[in-house]
């Protein structure tokens, strides 16, 4: 089976797959500054939240390599405002600021600038291949919510070039064709960015999965008449008391899925909890260019000068979540069960 990976340390530099160019052209830059590890994490070169969180990992790795003072607190001072730099590129995702601050610890720690080099990359490979255990572990705990012949709906990409491997939202429809079941994926197409269009049905069909691409504006209608099972997308950052932020259209899915008596999981890491933010109130929502909204392709679809807005996620309250599926098994959306996940 076909299963693409996005992420890749190689040769000293950070390989990424741009995932702005998928699905028509597949294309590999090689990041070799930190700036350019910033541009490719706010542009969407790669994007989700464990890839985003890798991806920045590396990043730290570069920065330590790239200074060449051989004075160990000069070099952490140095990795750590990098490190602080890299922090900026996204608010949503607390992938993030979870890779960066394990990051950063491992900084803190070191005894000589050489081996402060060493622990990075140690500690960066480390997450990206924990991720991908993570990932299938999901994966392994979803599939026996799914029967043969389930239809199942997703928005977004929660795949795995979204992650390390396999995906969040997507592993169990990978793992379940290693194990001969068949399900149907339904995919939003996930405006303003289409993840949904051109990186769910992409990394679908190169894994033989079956997969209907929809507009978000036919999720509802698509429930009804082809009698979807369930719901199940990734997320941004699970709040202490589950509320859960993830792409924009997410929060509406849930609504729906609800409305027709659909189960709506989450399948997310623990690396995507935020014990520290009690609710999705307090998380922050990135908001993107109005181009994004006014253009499609870079062709303008609205009146020069229209108003915009443009959220980039929005929240699921834990009420319309049936269940948030982790690496540990599936955990009821409550503030006791979530912290007893960590206990
Ligand atoms: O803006 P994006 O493409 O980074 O948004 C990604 C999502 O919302 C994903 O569903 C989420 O990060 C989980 S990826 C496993």
């Not at 993840?195 to 429930?223: C, K, N, P």
Request: charged fraction near 20%; include cysteine; proline fraction near 5%.
């Amino acid at each position: 089976m076909n299963i693409p990976q996005s992420v890749a340390w190689e040769n000293g530099a950070i390989r990424l797959l741009d995932q702005r160019r998928l699905p028509h052209v597949t294309e590999y830059v090689t990041l070799e500054t930190v700036p350019a590890v910033f541009d490719a994490i706010q542009s969407l070169a790669v994007r989700g939240a464990p890839a985003i969180g890798i991806t920045a990992a590396f990043g730290v790795v570069l920065s330590a390599f790239i200074h060449p003072s051989s004075d160990v607190e000069e070099l952490k001072e140095q990795v750590l405002i990098d490190s602080g730099y890299l922090s900026q590129s996204r608010p949503t995702a607390v992938n993030l600021f979870w890779a960066l601050n394990r990051m950063n610890e491992v900084v803190v720690q070191a005894a000589s600038a050489e081996s402060l080099r060493e622990n990075v990359l140690s500690e960066a490979l480390a997450i990206q291949k924990e991720d991908e255990d993570v990932c299938r572990a999901i994966g392994e705990h979803a599939l026996p919510l799914f029967k043969d012949g389930d239809r199942v709906m997703t928005i977004c990409n929660a795949g795995s070039i979204a992650t390390a491997k396999y995906g969040t939202a997507l592993a169990p429809f990978f793992l379940s064709k290693e194990h001969g079941i068949n399900l149907s994926v339904y995919a939003c197409e996930t405006r303003p960015v289409f993840q949904g269009a051109r990186l769910t049905t992409w990394e679908l069909m190169q894994a033989g999965v079956d997969v209907t691409l929809i507009t978000d504006s036919m999720a509802a209608h698509t429930m009804k008449t082809k009698k979807i099972s369930a719901v199940i997308t990734g997320a941004d950052r699970v709040a202490a008391n589950g509320d859960s932020a993830n792409k924009i259209g997410t929060f509406g899915l849930a609504v729906l899925a609800k409305s027709f008596g659909i189960p709506f999981y989450i399948a997310a890491p623990l690396s995507t909890f935020d014990l520290g933010t009690p609710n999705g109130d307090a998380i922050p929502i990135e908001e993107r260019d109005p181009s994004e909204v006014a253009e499609v392709n870079g062709m303008r679809i609205a009146p020069e000068g229209v108003k915009v807005f443009n959220p980039a996620f929005d929240v699921a309250p834990a009420g319309l979540i049936t269940g948030i599926i982790t690496e540990k098994g599936i955990v009821k959306p409550a503030e006791r069960d979530i912290a007893a996940l960590f206990a």
